[in-house]
């Protein structure tokens, strides 16, 4: 007794399309009808040239075929699809007299045979071990084909990085060219932060990172997610409202804070012209909070005027006009 069983097989046919091509009506009837169980869709033809006209017309994933028919045989057909698709699967049905003709089908790379009369569990054995080789193909395909778009994604971005890290490299030269200005010994006195709140910073950076890298990968923002970025840089600035020498800078990302809080949409409507503007500001603040952390007060006041403006223009991207957008990205 044959072990293929119907579930077995359905299990791979259910998404299949096939074209049955026979000329015997009744059993054209009634093997449509089992077909009909297992597969997704049945087309059926009378003959190889209606058959053709089909094929020409719909893509298959099998087509069935009786050998000797009116008009054009199954051998003719064969050879027709076979010169417009090479990878078509074809089953042929055969009776014991066509013998003379299954060295031509194997010279056209057929291998699939069904034996007249038909027996169901060997119909049943051809269709799942022919209908699984397809359904694995599909799937290394389609495996194949997101693996491609993901590698086109990390092109994309690694495109995008290579931007932001010229937009960054651009900004320390201007920084490092400006004109050093002397600082008041009683900002420099006030600067130190404590151990414990430079650890809070640091963590705080960690989220803000995650959050705005969130935000460019995602292709559906939510209110939440701006509002989630929006508490944080609202916690990093109370902790440096607690030191005067930063009090111009902490009330820049407190504004901004409240700027992601309160008008998240905007953000999200806007976050193409942002996101590369807020990966960079994200990127010296953390250089920033490290020369802090060495006491390299005179180099961390430095990027004071570059955040600011980066925080400027980024609510003025925010709140503004398209005309406003590309003034305020003309800065780079």
Not at 169 to 175: R, V
Not at 186 to 209: G, H, P, Y
Not at 234 to 247: G, M, R, S
Not at 265 to 292: C, G, H, M, P
């Amino acid at each position: 007794m044959n072990s293929i069983t119907t579930d077995m097989t359905l299990a791979f046919t259910k998404d299949l399309n096939v074209l049955y091509a026979e000329d015997d009506l009744e059993l054209q009837t009634q093997t449509k009808e089992f077909f009909e169980v297992l597969f997704k869709s049945v087309v059926v033809a009378k003959d190889g040239a209606e058959a053709l006209t089909i094929y020409e017309k719909k893509e298959f994933d099998i087509v069935i075929t009786d050998i000797k028919m009116p008009i054009m045989n199954g051998m003719e057909l064969s050879a027709k699809i076979r010169e417009k698709n090479q990878q078509q699967c074809i089953i042929v049905i055969s009776a014991h007299n066509d013998t003379e003709y299954l060295m031509r089908f194997i010279n056209l790379n057929i291998r699939q045979f069904i034996q007249k009369p038909i027996d169901v569990d060997n119909m049943l054995e051809t269709l799942y071990h022919t209908s699984k080789s397809i359904v694995n193909e599909k799937m290394v395909e389609e495996y194949r084909k997101t693996l491609e778009s993901s590698n086109q994604e990390l092109t994309k971005k690694n495109i995008e990085l290579q931007s932001i890290i010229r937009i960054l490299d651009s900004k320390l030269l201007q920084i490092a060219q400006e004109t050093k200005h002397k600082h008041k010994k009683s900002d420099l006195q006030t600067a130190n932060i404590d151990e414990k709140n430079l650890l809070e910073l640091k963590e705080l950076e960690i989220d803000i990172r995650g959050a705005a890298v969130l935000i460019s990968l995602s292709k559906n923002l939510t209110v939440t997610n701006i509002q989630v970025l929006g508490k944080l840089f609202l916690t990093y600035a109370e902790i440096i409202l607690q030191y005067d020498a930063y009090n111009t800078l902490a009330v820049k990302i407190q504004e901004l804070g409240n700027e992601l809080n309160n008008a998240p949409q905007n953000f999200i409507d806007r976050v193409n012209d942002i996101a590369t503007l807020l990966e960079s500001f994200i990127y010296v603040l953390k250089i920033w909070r490290e020369k802090v952390a060495g006491e390299e007060f005179v180099k961390a006041f430095d990027f004071h005027a570059s955040m600011t403006t980066d925080i400027t223009t980024i609510i003025s991207i925010i709140n503004g006009t398209e005309d406003d957008i590309k003034n305020d990205m003309e800065f780079f």
